[in-house]
């Protein structure tokens, strides 16, 4: 079967570094997703990792260890406006489009 | 182009009573999705409709719960006497529908409250 754990909640503040994990087993790997979800708003796509190692963009990076069966999302110079939910998904083996979703991560920034 | 619609946005039925919700995905994208979550909860995936394939339904909670993809393109969601349980957000994403991890992308979502 596949699993995804993340944690439920965290907290940082404004211009800090946060670091969001994700765990997930599975018989197989395609991938991993990690979108935001603002309150009340869709997910929004934020990085797909495949390869182990880090990926940049911008404020944002994911970093992926396929050994370990791990990532982490990591946000810099925190803005209020980062305040969100945070999603992990992973596509099952065999079929690699019906992601298998985390429970999100609810990060505040505070002032 | 424009992203994935939805509608209605918001939707108030009265307990046994039949709604329909609407998808319109991304102009090209083969791959389509609807999820439902409640509030505070996860992602819940309902049903998956790739190409001219048969749809993966597996996600459907009973059968009351039916979904349509008509020409490839715009889906229509069915619950069928509705229940209040059946409250919740039902978000529609679609991909372009290669092969490998495939980046899903969300419309707003309707929000179906069962009164």
């Known amino acids: 079967g596949q699993n995804i754990d993340q944690p439920t909640e965290m907290t940082a503040t404004e211009g800090a570094i946060v670091q969001i994990n994700c765990t997930y087993q599975t018989s197989g790997f395609n991938g991993l997703f990690w979108y935001q979800q603002h309150a009340g708003e869709a997910p929004t796509f934020l990085s797909y990792n495949v390869l182990d190692g880090l990926e940049e963009k911008g404020r944002f990076s994911s970093f992926l260890s396929r050994s370990k069966g791990y990532s982490y999302l990591l946000l810099k110079e925190l803005q209020m406006k980062d305040s969100a939910s945070y999603l992990c998904a992973c596509p099952p083996p065999g079929n690699n489009r019906k992601l298998i979703w985390g429970l999100g991560t609810s990060l505040a920034v505070n002032p | 182009g424009a992203g994935v619609s939805q509608s209605p946005s918001n939707k108030v039925t009265e307990k046994g009573k039949d709604v329909e919700l609407r998808c319109d995905p991304i102009s090209g994208h083969t791959a389509l999705y609807w999820y439902r979550q409640s509030l505070g909860q996860g992602l819940e995936f309902l049903i998956y409709?790739?190409?001219?394939?048969?749809?993966?339904k597996s996600g459907l909670p009973s059968d009351r719960f039916s979904a349509e993809r008509t020409g490839g393109s715009v889906s229509t969601l069915t619950i069928q006497r509705t229940q209040q349980e059946d409250s919740a957000v039902y978000l529609c994403?679609?991909?372009?529908?290669?092969?490998?991890?495939?980046?899903?992308?969300f419309g707003p979502g309707t929000r179906l409250l069962v009164l």
């Open positions: 994403a679609s991909s372009q529908g290669g092969t490998g991890g495939e980046t899903q992308y």
């Open positions: 409709f790739q190409g001219n394939s048969a749809p993966d």
